[in-house]
């Protein structure tokens, strides 16, 4: 058995043929290497737990240091854009919630608008009310999840179930709201299904005030911690400049120092009646990048606190047809999910059914970073970018 | 900006319209390389938010590849759009922003648009072996490679 599996690994790096069919590292010049060792090819995941799902990482190494990366990815493609084209437009509505589980709210929202743009409706005001409180809510839960999940990679146990206790919360208070906790297709075109329940305020409130000081409570347990600033310090660095020409959107590019914002630079729903910050940083790292989420949760807080105390009275949908047939048009919609731009890109032939639906995933376009960011680093470090970049694999493939 | 753009490229600009206050340029194919660089370079167009493609079956140039432009400076979005037969190759936007790489790779793979100038064009969601591109109007829907999926996945359908 022994000798069969390293006979089978020196058969995989001395055949040419199929390292140059999966990769294009080997057909890079050769680096010269440490200690005029070879070049080792090594295969991380699509089954690992390190890389959230099923990406598979090919890294070309130097002993610990990363020489470049290659990312396979489609294990989780479903063809939601082809499904898309073969449903009405409420019917795919819960479909894209399938996309970035984690953030299923987020994804509806943007559907919903794009659609309700076509259409030209306006979701009433209580319902975008509605709409804000759950999207940051959602995003509250997704950031949780990310620093759960990204603190485990690097060696943090604890924070792993401290956040997963208080998003626990959040999907309380979804599960009442829709009756799902994850892909909650909270929304409807032209508004919201749902009126909200009994003493969703009251719920809502206390989950800030339980909520509030949780936040402090994990920023203790890292912000400090010597072994997590020095495994997240420098690592994984990104400027601006590379940031902007790769397209990355989201905490990643406001963590390099870009103060953009979808809710604030073109905002939608009702984020123009809220006052909140932009958190930003500076040296594009991953501690940067830490810190920035760490403050965006504080000020989805600070959004939802202004938004449950005035939620406007009135009716919770718009008047659209039954059938709809938006008219002949195209429309690109996009939000600030809590990855980066979720944009969606509708074509209408006037029929019942979108002639194209493209969805621009922010995950997607930041993994393309991945290699950059780690060119040079050690193996660990991949670890520790993949978990900072947040991605969901299940939106990168769609 | 459409005006001076249409000044200068006068004819190779079809259309430059807007829809539900979203600005849209139909450019001709030939003019695309051209425009693309100075909508980055002069017009500052510096972020590229996403490249897809429509396809029109019964239109003479089926594919429209569509680019999505964003310009932080302005805070403005633009759509640029071409048309593409099918044996044409579109000119390829990774010089002018890196972020097209994988955009394209999509694209080539759901559609089959061959990008030149691309550094690495190659399927990006399905395997490599895969025939076929699923986001033609002409692929059905429960459509598959039969034979990748017998050879690879040792099933006799994936239905």
């Given at each position: 058995?022994?000798?069969?599996?390293?006979?089978d690994?020196?058969?995989?790096?001395?055949?040419?043929?199929?390292?140059?069919?999966?990769?294009?590292?080997?057909?890079?010049?050769?680096?010269?290497?440490?200690?005029?060792?070879?070049?080792?090819?090594?295969?991380?995941?699509?089954?690992?737990?390190?890389?959230?799902?099923?990406?598979?990482?090919?890294?070309?190494?130097?002993?610990?240091?990363?020489?470049?990366t290659?990312?396979?990815?489609?294990?989780?493609h479903?063809?939601?854009?082809?499904?898309?084209?073969?449903?009405?437009?409420?019917?795919?509505?819960?479909?894209?919630?399938?996309?970035?589980?984690?953030?299923?709210?987020?994804?509806?929202?943007?559907?919903?608008?794009?659609?309700?743009k076509?259409?030209?409706?306006?979701?009433p005001?209580?319902?975008?009310?509605?709409?804000?409180?759950?999207?940051?809510?959602?995003r509250?839960?997704?950031?949780?999840?990310?620093?759960?999940?990204?603190?485990?990679?690097?060696?943090?146990?604890?924070?792993?179930?401290?956040t997963f206790?208080?998003?626990?919360?959040?999907?309380k208070?979804?599960?009442?709201?829709?009756g799902?906790?994850?892909?909650?297709?909270?929304?409807?075109?032209?508004?919201?299904?749902?009126?909200?329940?009994?003493?969703?305020?009251?719920?809502?409130?206390?989950?800030?005030?339980?909520v509030?000081?949780?936040?402090?409570?994990?920023?203790e347990?890292?912000?400090?911690?010597?072994?997590?600033?020095?495994?997240?310090?420098d690592?994984?660095k990104i400027?601006?400049?590379?940031?902007i020409?790769?397209?990355?959107?989201?905490?990643?590019?406001?963590a390099?120092?870009?103060?953009?914002?979808?809710?604030?630079?073109?905002?939608?729903?009702?984020?123009?009646?809220?006052?909140?910050?932009?958190?930003?940083?500076?040296?594009?790292?991953?501690?940067?990048r830490?810190?920035?989420?760490?403050?965006?949760?504080?000020?989805?807080l600070?959004?939802?606190?202004?938004?449950?105390?005035?939620?406007?009275d009135?009716?919770?949908?718009?008047?659209?047809?039954?059938?709809?047939?938006?008219?002949?048009?195209?429309?690109y919609?996009?939000?600030?999910?809590p990855?980066?731009?979720?944009?969606?890109?509708?074509?209408?032939?006037?029929?019942?059914?979108?002639?194209?639906?493209?969805?621009?995933?922010?995950?997607?376009?930041?993994?393309?970073?991945?290699?950059?960011?780690v060119?040079?680093?050690?193996v660990?470090?991949?670890i520790?970018v993949i978990?900072?970049?947040?991605?969901?694999?299940?939106?990168?493939d769609? | 900006?459409i005006?001076?753009?249409k000044?200068?490229?006068?004819?190779?600009?079809?259309?430059?319209?807007?829809?539900?206050?979203?600005?849209?340029?139909?450019?001709?194919?030939?003019l695309?390389?051209e425009l693309?660089?100075?909508?980055?370079?002069?017009?500052?167009?510096?972020?590229?938010?996403?490249?897809?493609?429509v396809?029109?079956?019964?239109?003479?140039?089926?594919?429209?590849?569509?680019?999505?432009?964003?310009?932080?400076?302005?805070?403005?979005r633009?759509?640029?759009?071409?048309?593409?037969?099918?044996?044409?190759?579109?000119?390829?936007?990774?010089?002018?922003?890196?972020?097209?790489?994988?955009?394209?790779?999509?694209?080539?793979?759901?559609?089959?648009?061959?990008?030149?100038?691309?550094?690495?064009?190659?399927?990006?969601?399905?395997?490599?072996?895969?025939?076929?591109?699923?986001?033609?109007?002409?692929?059905?829907?429960?459509?598959q490679?039969?034979?990748?999926?017998?050879?690879?996945?040792?099933?006799?359908?994936?239905?």
């Amino acid at each position: 058995m022994g000798t069969d599996q390293s006979g089978d690994r020196e058969r995989a790096m001395t055949d040419r043929t199929t390292i140059d069919r999966t990769s294009h590292l080997e057909l890079e010049q050769h680096e010269k290497t440490f200690l005029d060792s070879n070049e080792l090819i090594i295969n991380m995941g699509p089954q690992h737990p390190a890389t959230h799902g099923v990406l598979r990482v090919i890294l070309k190494l130097d002993g610990e240091k990363v020489l470049g990366t290659e990312c396979v990815i489609g294990y989780l493609h479903r063809g939601v854009e082809k499904i898309a084209e073969h449903r009405t437009y409420t019917m795919f509505n819960p479909y894209v919630d399938r996309m970035d589980y984690v953030a299923a709210v987020s994804n509806g929202l943007g559907y919903c608008e794009a659609v309700e743009k076509l259409l030209n409706v306006e979701a009433p005001r209580r319902a975008q009310y509605i709409r804000v409180i759950l999207t940051e809510l959602n995003r509250l839960a997704s950031h949780m999840l990310w620093l759960g999940t990204h603190a485990l990679d690097i060696g943090a146990i604890t924070p792993l179930f401290y956040t997963f206790r208080d998003r626990e919360e959040i999907l309380k208070i979804f599960e009442k709201y829709c009756g799902a906790r994850l892909t909650t297709h909270a929304f409807r075109i032209g508004g919201c299904s749902y009126e909200t329940y009994d003493g969703f305020e009251r719920e809502v409130k206390k989950f800030l005030d339980f909520v509030t000081p949780k936040i402090d409570e994990y920023e203790e347990l890292l912000t400090t911690n010597r072994i997590w600033v020095e495994r997240t310090k420098d690592v994984g660095k990104i400027s601006a400049r590379e940031c902007i020409a790769l397209g990355v959107t989201g905490p990643v590019l406001r963590a390099s120092g870009v103060k953009w914002d979808l809710r604030k630079a073109q905002p939608y729903a009702a984020y123009s009646d809220f006052d909140f910050e932009i958190p930003v940083g500076q040296n594009g790292d991953t501690y940067d990048r830490y810190i920035v989420r760490m403050q965006e949760m504080r000020q989805s807080l600070r959004i939802i606190d202004q938004a449950i105390g005035k939620i406007p009275d009135g009716p919770i949908m718009a008047k659209v047809a039954k059938v709809m047939k938006p008219p002949v048009g195209e429309i690109y919609h996009s939000i600030e999910a809590p990855k980066g731009e979720l944009g969606y890109f509708i074509v209408s032939d006037g029929s019942t059914q979108p002639y194209r639906v493209r969805v621009r995933p922010p995950s997607f376009v930041n993994l393309q970073a991945l290699d950059m960011m780690v060119r040079g680093a050690l193996v660990a470090d991949v670890i520790a970018v993949i978990g900072t970049l947040d991605i969901v694999l299940g939106e990168v493939d769609r | 900006m459409i005006s001076r753009l249409k000044g200068q490229h006068g004819s190779g600009i079809r259309e430059a319209n807007t829809y539900l206050g979203q600005e849209y340029i139909v450019a001709d194919s030939s003019l695309i390389p051209e425009l693309l660089q100075v909508l980055r370079d002069q017009e500052k167009f510096d972020y590229c938010v996403d490249i897809t493609a429509v396809h029109y079956p019964d239109r003479e140039k089926q594919f429209e590849v569509v680019w999505i432009l964003y310009s932080f400076p302005r805070n403005e979005r633009i759509r640029v759009k071409a048309s593409y037969a099918e044996t044409e190759s579109v000119p390829s936007a990774v010089p002018i922003w890196p972020a097209a790489n994988w955009l394209e790779r999509e694209v080539f793979d759901m559609f089959g648009i061959r990008f030149h100038g691309h550094p690495d064009l190659k399927r990006i969601l399905l395997p490599d072996g895969w025939k076929g591109h699923p986001l033609r109007k002409d692929y059905g829907i429960i459509q598959q490679d039969q034979e990748w999926v017998q050879i690879n996945l040792g099933i006799e359908s994936g239905q």
